[in-house]
Every structure is written in structure tokens, then in C-alpha cells.
């Protein structure tokens, strides 16, 4: 008999630590598959932390965070949203509030709605708590179709994720699409958790949460991806306060709390402007949408920093093993869908491997 629970052995290691793993053994390559701003955390933000580790801010904080940052976290969350019941807490990374979701709210057996292509962590952290993943086909647009949805709810169904801008197309559903999506939800007595890590990164300008329409949506957010903060580990949540003192209730026995000299940082994190960044990866998006379109078959992406291109021939995984042969790494798109038909570019990297990507592309086309 195996030591190992039955659930961790339902789920494989990421696909994705996997390409990773390739890339230590190349010499060199051209690597547009992670998914990690190639930008540096803001110098204020650093000093800041810094400054909080050289003043001996380096102990346990409450549970729900600095008192100081979940104040100016709150404020903004009420500010945009105006609900009666909405509160914040501090998550260790968007992660961990993913974790913590699952745990406080899916019982074996509970149904969780997933958009196919979704994010490579969302189905495993549903088996991980013995719940169903629910898979809703969307492509070859990505559109959320709203009579799928209805069409996969049953009595079982608890939860549905929405990731928008989404990680791995970078698809942005349109407001009609979001609001009647929240509006379902709210009408089935279904949660609604609304992924937004991405949410600075909308290039389009479409970019809208379903808290808008339905307040008791669950809106897990973070500072990795806008701040290049991916290693300081540093997230929040809100929505209901029942959801949310569940959730702090499996986070003190868990996380603790976020890292405190990283809790100072994100209240000088807050109040810097990104759109230099914004506006520097609306370009990259634009470069490398437009050179491979006449090759590759593209839903222009409205947001995050990935392309989700279909391959050229063969499979996804075997047009990405060719591409590795050419020193190029990108991550085959079953990694993240039931299909093997499509790859995921990132282009957070600098304009030169971009550069070097696209002429690889275009040469194993």
C-alpha cells in the first residue's frame, strides 16, 4: 500500500515546471514560456521593503494582514464597488487564496466549472479537495458561451472560475459576457470566484469584473504580475464575509499570514502607476500578433501577456517538441485543456528574444 494519499496522486506535477526543468539543459535558449514580467518590482517598492526588514517589521501580522494595508486595500475595493458586504484580506500570493477558496468552500463531490483552456492550477487544486472539475470547451474564440454554462449546471455544481484576462489565451470576455455570466450565477445560488490577476494588463480596455453585477462574486487578486512581485508572495481576496471569514479561518491554521516586510511593500505598491509597463507589453502583444498572423492561426488576445496560437500541423505537443529542437521553448497547450491542438507563447520577455522567437516561428511554420 502506497503512503501517499489518493488525492495528491490523481494530479501530475506542472507541465509547466517540466519545460522549465528542459530549459536548465539548454544552452541559451529562447524562452518564451514563462509567464513572469521581465520587468523589475518598482525601485519604491523594493526600498520599502527593505525598509520594513531593516526596521524590524519581521514578525507575524493579523491573519487578514497589516491593519495599515488591508485599510487602503478596503478602501479601494469600496470605492469601486460600493457593497454593503465586501471585505478584504491579505492572501500569501493569488495562489493561496485559490487555496484557500477551494478549501473553504468545495466538499467531495461538488461540482467546480472551468473554462477549457484554463489556468494549470485550477484543476488539480478542485481534486485536491476531492471536488469535480467541470470542463466547458471554449474554443475556437474563447467566447463564453452562456448556454454551455447553463447546459453544465447541475444540483453538484458549487462553484464556476472566470480568469479574465485569461492565462492562457489572454482573452478578455466582453461586458455582456461577464455580467450575464455573473448574473447566472447569482441566480443559481452558484460562486462565482473571479481570478483578476491579470486585470492591469487589458490592453482594449474591455476589461470588467462580475462583483460589478453579482456581489457575492469571490475576486482573488495579487501584486506578481502587475509589480513583478511574483516571488514576494503577496495576494488579495474579497467578496462575502461569510466566504471570507471561512477563508481566514483555514488561512490561520495554513499561511498564517503574507510575509510582513512584503505587506509594507504592497502599501507602496499601491499607489504607483504601471501603465508604463501596461503600454510597453501592448506593444509586445501587437509586434507578435502581427508577425505571425499570416503563419498561424490567432485570437488577438485583449489582455495578460500570452498568445494561445493554434499550431501549424500536427499537434500541440508536437510542434512544441519541434520547436525545443530549435532552442525555442513555449508550453504545448494541453498543459492547460483536453485539447492538444494549440501552444502558449509569453511574450514577458525582452524585445530581442521576442525578436529571436518570432524568426524561429516563422522558420518551423
Same mark, same amino acid.
Given at each position: 500500500?502506497?503512503?501517499?494519499?489518493?488525492?495528491?496522486?490523481?494530479?501530475?506535477?506542472?507541465?509547466?515546471?517540466?519545460?522549465?526543468?528542459?530549459?536548465?539543459?539548454?544552452?541559451?535558449?529562447?524562452?518564451?514560456? !514563462?509567464?513572469?514580467?521581465?520587468?523589475?518590482?518598482?525601485?519604491?517598492?523594493?526600498?520599502?521593503?527593505?525598509?520594513?526588514?531593516?526596521?524590524?517589521?519581521?514578525?507575524?501580522?493579523?491573519?487578514?494582514?497589516?491593519?495599515?494595508?488591508?485599510?487602503?486595500?478596503?478602501?479601494?475595493?469600496?470605492?469601486?464597488?460600493?457593497?454593503?458586504?465586501?471585505?478584504?484580506?491579505?492572501?500569501?500570493?493569488?495562489?493561496?487564496?485559490?487555496?484557500?477558496?477551494?478549501?473553504?468552500?468545495?466538499?467531495?463531490?461538488?461540482?467546480?466549472?472551468?473554462?477549457?483552456?484554463?489556468?494549470?492550477?485550477?484543476?488539480?487544486?478542485?481534486?485536491?479537495?476531492?471536488?469535480?472539475?467541470?470542463?466547458?470547451?471554449?474554443?475556437?474564440?474563447?467566447?463564453?458561451?452562456?448556454?454551455?454554462?447553463?447546459?453544465?449546471?447541475?444540483?453538484?455544481?458549487?462553484?464556476? !472560475?472566470?480568469?479574465?484576462?485569461?492565462?492562457?489565451?489572454?482573452?478578455?470576455?466582453?461586458?455582456?459576457?461577464?455580467?450575464?455570466?455573473?448574473?447566472?450565477?447569482?441566480?443559481?445560488? !452558484? !460562486?462565482?470566484?473571479?481570478?483578476?490577476?491579470?486585470?492591469?494588463?487589458?490592453?482594449?480596455?474591455?476589461?470588467?469584473?462580475?462583483?460589478?453585477?453579482?456581489?457575492?462574486?469571490?475576486?482573488?487578486?495579487?501584486?506578481?504580475?502587475?509589480?513583478?512581485?511574483?516571488?514576494?508572495?503577496?495576494?488579495?481576496?474579497?467578496?462575502?464575509?461569510?466566504?471570507?471569514?471561512?477563508?481566514?479561518?483555514?488561512?490561520?491554521?495554513?499561511?498564517?499570514?503574507?510575509?510582513?516586510?512584503?505587506?509594507?511593500?504592497?502599501?507602496?505598491?499601491?499607489?504607483?502607476?504601471?501603465?508604463?509597463?501596461?503600454?510597453?507589453?501592448?506593444?509586445?502583444?501587437?509586434?507578435?500578433?502581427?508577425?505571425?498572423?499570416?503563419?498561424?492561426?490567432?485570437?488577438?488576445?485583449?489582455?495578460?501577456?500570452?498568445?494561445?496560437?493554434?499550431?501549424?500541423?500536427?499537434?500541440?505537443?508536437?510542434?512544441?517538441?519541434?520547436?525545443?529542437?530549435?532552442?525555442?521553448?513555449?508550453?504545448?497547450?494541453?498543459?492547460?485543456?483536453?485539447?492538444?491542438?494549440?501552444?502558449?507563447?509569453?511574450?514577458?520577455?525582452?524585445?530581442?528574444?521576442?525578436?529571436?522567437?518570432?524568426?524561429?516561428?516563422?522558420?518551423?511554420?
Amino acid at each position: 500500500m502506497s503512503p501517499l494519499s489518493k488525492r495528491t496522486q490523481r494530479i501530475d506535477s506542472s507541465g509547466i515546471r517540466k519545460v522549465f526543468d528542459l530549459a536548465r539543459s539548454l544552452k541559451d535558449p529562447v524562452n518564451l514560456s !514563462i509567464g513572469q514580467p521581465d520587468f523589475d518590482v518598482p525601485e519604491i517598492v523594493k526600498q520599502a521593503g527593505i525598509q520594513a526588514i531593516q526596521d524590524g517589521y519581521n514578525g507575524y501580522t493579523p491573519t487578514q494582514g497589516l491593519p495599515q494595508l488591508r485599510e487602503k486595500m478596503q478602501a479601494a475595493v469600496d470605492a469601486e464597488y460600493g457593497h454593503e458586504d465586501r471585505q478584504v484580506f491579505v492572501s500569501s500570493g493569488t495562489s493561496g487564496g485559490l487555496v484557500l477558496a477551494m478549501q473553504a468552500l468545495v466538499d467531495p463531490g461538488d461540482e467546480v466549472i472551468l473554462f477549457d483552456p484554463f489556468f494549470v492550477m485550477y484543476e488539480p487544486l478542485v481534486q485536491l479537495v476531492d471536488g469535480v472539475p467541470v470542463l466547458i470547451d471554449t474554443y475556437p474564440d474563447f467566447k463564453i458561451d452562456l448556454s454551455k454554462v447553463e447546459a453544465a449546471i447541475t444540483d453538484k455544481t458549487k462553484l464556476v !472560475i472566470l480568469n479574465s484576462p485569461s492565462n492562457p489565451t489572454g482573452y478578455v470576455p466582453s461586458k455582456e459576457e461577464v455580467h450575464a455570466l455573473g448574473k447566472l450565477c447569482l441566480e443559481k445560488g !452558484i !460562486i462565482l470566484i473571479s481570478d483578476e490577476i491579470y486585470r492591469k494588463f487589458d490592453y482594449d480596455g474591455k476589461f470588467i469584473s462580475p462583483a460589478t453585477v453579482n456581489p457575492k462574486t469571490l475576486v482573488i487578486d495579487g501584486f506578481s504580475k502587475s509589480h513583478a512581485m511574483t516571488g514576494w508572495r503577496l495576494g488579495m481576496v474579497h467578496g462575502p464575509s461569510e466566504i471570507i471569514s471561512t477563508m481566514l479561518k483555514v488561512q490561520q491554521y495554513s499561511f498564517v499570514c503574507a510575509p510582513q516586510p512584503v505587506q509594507w511593500a504592497g502599501m507602496e505598491a499601491m499607489d504607483v502607476d504601471i501603465t508604463p509597463y501596461v503600454d510597453r507589453y501592448r506593444t509586445k502583444r501587437d509586434r507578435i500578433v502581427e508577425a505571425l498572423s499570416d503563419k498561424y492561426e490567432i485570437v488577438k488576445p485583449g489582455g495578460a501577456f500570452y498568445v494561445f496560437p493554434k499550431a501549424p500541423w500536427g499537434t500541440g505537443s508536437e510542434f512544441v517538441a519541434k520547436a525545443i529542437e530549435n532552442n525555442l521553448l513555449i508550453i504545448p497547450g494541453n498543459i492547460f485543456s483536453e485539447a492538444d491542438t494549440h501552444f502558449r507563447i509569453s511574450y514577458a520577455a525582452s524585445d530581442e528574444i521576442i525578436g529571436r522567437g518570432i524568426e524561429i516561428l516563422l522558420k518551423i511554420a
